[in-house]
Structures are given as structure tokens and as C-alpha cells.
T-cell receptor, first 116, second 110 residues
Framework: DTAVSQTPKYLVTQMGNDKSIKCEQN?????MYWYKQDSKKFLKIMFSYNNKELIINETVPNRFSPKSPDKAHLNLHINSLELGDSAVYFC???????????????FGPGTRLTVL | GDSVTQMEGPVTLSEEAFLTINCTYT??????LFWYVQYPGEGLQLLLKATKADDKGSNKGFEATYRKETTSFHLEKGSVQVSDSAVYFCALTTGNQFYFGTGTSLTVIP
């Protein structure tokens, strides 16, 4: 059973396009996250979201927007893609923010986005 | 603000060598500390964690001790194997967010 899944695994697209990456977790967690990992493996949080609160990293351009149709899904929509958006994007989930002291994050396998 | 600093890689070791990857942190309050591992082509997965000072996390032969006095959480393993080749991330949380270090790439050669 896959705990956190993402689709697609690979995404190649032209500059200026709009694309979405989907994420689903079957762990019953309340909190989900999106991370961007650049070519040097640096991992940067973009958003954390539960059913009550969206926390946005202020350095994330507003071309990026998370969309959550329900607690088990947090999709990432990107408008007007730029070359610098090329990276691996990871979705993750954790039980909830209240149990942060012991919480473990469970990561999806990643989506490699290439913008041409 | 809260942050994690870990030693830069890449690190290359021979099989059965001793491994240390340094990690220090800055945090307000009392964070929980984690080590995550990323194998090639995969997402991150939790390796071990410690939630309070002097706690020792351990898993798969890896250990790390939460040292409040030195604000450190160094990862160690007595004898590495080729299968340990991966990128290792130190991380902390104090509440709303997780903070990850920049990752240390480890390659173990036979």
C-alpha cells in the first residue's frame, strides 16, 4: 500500500505553460506539505496545509498555489512555468500540527519537473 | 529563525568504515530532531528521531544523540555498507514547520 503517492512521476513542459502535480495520502493525516528539491539536493518547504490553515513560505512565487479538494489530497498548481521551476517536487504528510514533537513526515516519491 | 546546518558533502567511505555526519541547529524553544535518508530515485524516509535533550535515536545501525549543550545531533554508524549510499538530511521541528539541512551525500565503495 502506497502511503503518499504523487502523479506524474516525470513532467516535461514548455516555458509559460500551466501544470498541476497531484498528491494523495492514505494515512489519515491532517497535515500535508509541498517541498522543492533543487539540483544540489537542497530541500525547501513551499507550503504546509491542514484543514484549517495554509502556511506559505513567503519566498514562494504566487504562480504556485496549493489546492486541496479534501483532507487526503493536496495538489500543486503552477502557472506560467519558468526555467527555474525545474526541480523535483515532493509531497509529504504528517499526523497533525498538534503532535509536532513526535511527528514524522511521510514523503511521496517525488515528481521531476523539467521546463524547456 | 530556526535552522539546521549540516556538513557539506559529498562523503566517500570504504565499506566497514566509521561514519559521522555533523548536524547543528538553531531553534527557539525545544525542538524535535530528525535524520531522514533519501536513496537514489526515491523520496525521503525517516531514519531516526529524538524528541528531547539527551535522547538517542537509533535505527539500522545508525545513531544520533540530542545534545542541547552543543545544539548538535550528529549521525554516526560504526560500519557502513554499500547499501547505505544515499543523501542524509538533518531536520528539526518546533511547531508549524519542519526545517531541513542541505543534505549530505554519502557514497560507500566496496
Amino acid at each position: 500500500d502506497t502511503a503518499v503517492s504523487q502523479t506524474p512521476k516525470y513532467l516535461v513542459t514548455q516555458m509559460g505553460n500551466d501544470k498541476s502535480i497531484k498528491c494523495e495520502q492514505n494515512l489519515g493525516h491532517d497535515t500535508m506539505y509541498w517541498y522543492k528539491q533543487d539540483s544540489k539536493k537542497f530541500l525547501k518547504i513551499m507550503f504546509s496545509y491542514n484543514n484549517k490553515e495554509l502556511i506559505i513560505n513567503e519566498t514562494v512565487p504566487n504562480r504556485f498555489s496549493p489546492k486541496s479538494p479534501d483532507k487526503a489530497h493536496l495538489n500543486l498548481h503552477i502557472n506560467s512555468l519558468e526555467l527555474g521551476d525545474s526541480a523535483v517536487y515532493f509531497c509529504a504528510s504528517s499526523q497533525d500540527l498538534a503532535s509536532w514533537r513526535t511527528d514524522t513526515q511521510y514523503f511521496g516519491p517525488g515528481t521531476r519537473l523539467t521546463v524547456l | 529563525g530556526d535552522s539546521v546546518t549540516q556538513m557539506e558533502g559529498p562523503v566517500t567511505l570504504s565499506e566497514e568504515a566509521f561514519l559521522t555526519i555533523n548536524c547543528t541547529y538553531t531553534a527557539t524553544g525545544y525542538p524535535s530532531l530528525f535524520w531522514y535518508v533519501q536513496y537514489p530515485g526515491e523520496g525521503l524516509q525517516l531514519l531516526l528521531k529524538a524528541t528531547k535533550a539527551d535522547d538517542k535515536g537509533s535505527n539500522k545501525g545508525f545513531e544520533a544523540t540530542y545534545r542541547k549543550e552543543t545544539t548538535s545531533f550528529h549521525l554516526e554508524k560504526g560500519s557502513v555498507q554499500v547499501s547505505d549510499s544515499a543523501v542524509y538530511f538533518c531536520a528539526l521541528t518546533t511547531g508549524n514547520q519542519f526545517y531541513f539541512g542541505t543534505g549530505t551525500s554519502l557514497t560507500v565503495i566496496p
